[in-house]
């Protein structure tokens, strides 16, 4: 039970770490030059975040704040993310939340307030979870002691036991958005890819087959149809896939070739420019291990984003001059 216990804490704080995603998953579109001076220490404890160093990371991380104290907020709210990483064995939830504690007091203007904030209430709400099952587990534990001592009761005590094991199943169902469909990959290449907004969904189509569905995440403002630059909207209408990215910060990207016709009309009707460089693309680069917890907000600023191995398929289905239909 103990190892399941686990897994149900790692899947609770999964699902409440998502909540902070965004500003990291967009800092490398809209931060490019902030603590310019502590931008290599910064990449190193990064680096050794990524290679699984937990420690040697937030002593690089320390480093930076003695050095460069202005980038304090910045290196606080890193820190706090590395104490409550759930891969981090020596993980401590009072540590990560004395950081988030610590930017709202030192830093009040800070943009990382708000996240850190939320960072607060979501890993209180981890910390109560695991408490919720860790007292549930206790008394199936319990039970099943008492299954052993009391024979004649073998039968009412393992029905208790059973609704208990359900009940833990059913919150771990509700806050698990890791399980990933298994499909075998059909045979290609797609000549339709039709996008979904509402159901935030991307089909594949080959001869009006279905080849293979992906949950999206799409632009941080998604009602309505992109009208003009920095609208933060995902496009809506008929377009095709133009070109493609294999260096892109975010692994792979096909370009859409947004605006039409239509859209260009729309925007010279209002006066602003309809902006572009939509794309379909994976996560940022360094943050793969998301997967796809990322589908829990729409933090692009108007693309179509899918995780690393989606994007992978998706690039090998989808040839240029693909058809790409875009329906609120």
Same mark, same amino acid.
Request: some cysteine; hydrophobic content about 30%.
């Given at each position: 039970?103990?190892?399941?216990?686990?897994?149900?804490?790692?899947?609770?704080?999964?699902?409440?770490? !998502?909540?902070? &995603?965004?500003?990291?998953?967009?800092?490398?579109?809209?931060? #490019?030059?902030?603590?310019?001076?502590?931008?290599?220490?910064?990449?190193?404890? %990064?680096? #050794?975040?990524?290679?699984?160093?937990?420690?040697?990371?937030?002593?690089?991380?320390?480093?930076?704040?003695?050095?460069?104290?202005?980038?304090?907020?910045?290196? +606080?709210?890193?820190?706090? &993310?590395?104490?409550?990483?759930?891969? %981090?064995?020596?993980?401590?939830?009072?540590?990560?939340?004395?950081?988030?504690?610590?930017?709202?007091?030192?830093?009040?203007?800070?943009?990382?307030?708000?996240?850190?904030?939320?960072?607060?209430?979501?890993?209180?709400?981890?910390?109560?979870?695991?408490?919720?099952?860790?007292?549930?587990?206790?008394?199936?534990?319990?039970?099943?002691?008492?299954?052993?001592?009391?024979?004649?009761?073998?039968? !009412?005590?393992?029905?208790?036991?059973?609704?208990?094991?359900?009940?833990?199943?059913?919150?771990?169902?509700?806050?698990?958005?890791?399980?990933?469909?298994?499909?075998?990959?059909?045979?290609?290449?797609?000549?339709?890819?039709?996008?979904?907004?509402?159901?935030?969904?991307?089909? =594949?189509?080959?001869?009006?087959?279905?080849?293979?569905?992906?949950?999206?995440?799409?632009?941080?403002?998604?009602?309505?149809?992109?009208?003009?630059?920095?609208?933060?909207?995902?496009?809506?209408?008929?377009?095709? &896939?133009?070109?493609?990215?294999?260096?892109?910060?975010?692994? =792979?990207?096909?370009?859409?070739?947004?605006? %039409?016709?239509?859209?260009?009309?729309?925007?010279?009707? +209002?006066?602003?420019?309809?902006?572009?460089? &939509?794309?379909?693309?994976?996560?940022?680069?360094?943050?793969?291990?998301?997967?796809?917890?990322?589908?829990?907000?729409?933090?692009?600023?108007?693309?179509?984003?899918?995780?690393?191995?989606?994007?992978?398929?998706?690039?090998?289905?989808?040839?240029?001059? !693909?058809?790409?239909?875009?329906?609120?």
């Amino acid at each position: 039970m103990g190892k399941k216990q686990r897994r149900i804490s790692e899947h609770l704080y999964f699902f409440f770490i !998502t909540i902070i &995603i965004t500003p990291i998953l967009l800092c490398g579109c809209s931060h #490019l030059n902030e603590e310019s001076r502590a931008r290599a220490t910064f990449k190193e404890a %990064n680096d #050794l975040f990524s290679q699984g160093i937990y420690s040697a990371s937030l002593n690089k991380y320390q480093q930076i704040i003695e050095k460069y104290p202005a980038a304090g907020d910045r290196v +606080l709210f890193e820190m706090g &993310i590395i104490y409550a990483y759930p891969r %981090n064995d020596q993980r401590d939830y009072q540590k990560s939340l004395e950081c988030f504690q610590k930017l709202i007091k030192d830093y009040p203007g800070s943009g990382y307030r708000k996240d850190s904030e939320m960072m607060i209430f979501n890993i209180n709400n981890v910390i109560i979870k695991d408490m919720m099952i860790a007292a549930q587990q206790a008394q199936i534990e319990t039970l099943r002691q008492d299954v052993t001592s009391r024979g004649n009761e073998i039968s !009412t005590l393992q029905k208790k036991i059973e609704a208990l094991e359900q009940e833990v199943t059913s919150k771990d169902d509700e806050i698990s958005t890791l399980q990933k469909q298994v499909f075998a990959t059909q045979e290609g290449p797609a000549d339709k890819i039709l996008i979904e907004k509402k159901e935030r969904r991307l089909t =594949l189509i080959s001869r009006g087959r279905v080849l293979k569905t992906y949950k999206i995440a799409l632009g941080g403002n998604p009602d309505g149809p992109k009208e003009r630059q920095g609208d933060n909207k995902t496009p809506e209408g008929t377009y095709v &896939i133009d070109s493609r990215n294999k260096g892109s910060r975010y692994h =792979l990207s096909l370009h859409i070739s947004y605006p %039409n016709e239509k859209d260009k009309k729309r925007a010279k009707e +209002l006066g602003v420019s309809p902006g572009g460089d &939509i794309m379909i693309h994976g996560i940022k680069n360094g943050f793969s291990w998301v997967g796809d917890l990322h589908t829990e907000v729409d933090w692009t600023k108007g693309c179509i984003a899918v995780t690393d191995e989606e994007m992978e398929e998706i690039d090998k289905l989808a040839p240029n001059g !693909t058809i790409v239909e875009i329906r609120p």
